[in-house]
């Protein structure tokens, strides 16, 4: 009887840690939870402010993601509206963004370690893919892309490294994209790993890369820009 009411709890446990890995934001538990961002209280989110002082501005921006945007070096600007531009975001696991390309511009290659993406383009043409976990060979690491154009929609897999880039040399482009995350953060794989603070050790990076140090250190000294307002 014991080892049956064991094996029921282990059963039971193993449910639900299967429920929150494929789960992003956590459910809520009532209407809405406006963030509190003056409470000196820190948990997974943010503290529910008081719902009676509650009103529609902590559900609203006046984010103009009609008007165009300057893109920066790699000929992109990502215009972000998540929790910490709307209050009323807290718990509802959703958040979305304007992307905007320059000719030949590009959303370099980056995850999103708390969001499944969902992209339509709006205008233009754009070239986009992602790489898949571990594989048995001999597809270890498959790379699956697609050409976009107007209208299309794309779906990138939470936590995949994925891009867009705008094949177009004479036309820019625009796309907006749903995240199921209030706050799906991004990491640019070459930001992160070659323009950390402090550094990589150029050791650890050259011998992962089977390059020469120098090559690290120059790829070091470059500026890597953020295009994620």
């Known amino acids: 009887m014991a080892s049956s009411c064991s094996f029921l709890l282990l059963a039971a446990l193993l449910a639900l840690v299967s429920w929150q890995a494929t789960s992003s934001d956590p459910s809520p538990l009532q209407d809405f939870c406006v963030a509190d961002m003056h409470s000196p209280v820190r948990v997974n989110g943010f503290v529910c402010k008081n719902p009676m002082d509650v009103n529609a501005d902590d559900f609203f921006k006046a984010a103009a993601l009609d008007k165009p945007r300057v893109t920066n070096e790699v000929g992109s600007n990502v215009t972000l509206i998540n929790v910490m531009q709307i209050a009323g975001l807290n718990t509802l696991g959703i958040s979305i963004a304007r992307i905007d390309y320059a000719p030949l ?8 370690p708390r969001a499944t993406e ?28 697609k050409v976009l154009n107007k209208g299309d929609v794309f779906v990138f897999p939470v936590g995949l ?10 036309q820019p482009a625009i796309a907006i994209a749903a995240l199921s995350s209030q706050n799906p ?12 603070d402090p550094a990589i050790s150029d050791d650890v990076l050259a011998k992962a890369f089977q390059v020469e140090k120098n090559t690290i250190d120059w790829l070091q000294a470059q500026f890597w820009e953020n295009n994620h307002n």
């Open 105 to 112: 511009g590009q959303n370099p290659p980056h995850t999103h």
């Open 118 to 145: 969902i992209l339509t383009v709006l205008e233009g043409t754009l070239y986009v893919g992602f790489v898949t976990s571990n594989l048995p060979a001999p597809n270890r690491n498959k790379f699956l892309s």
């Open 161 to 170: 490294i994925h891009f867009q880039f705008n094949p177009n040399p004479h």
């Open 185 to 196: 953060g991004a990491i640019t794989i070459a930001n992160a790993v070659f323009g950390s």
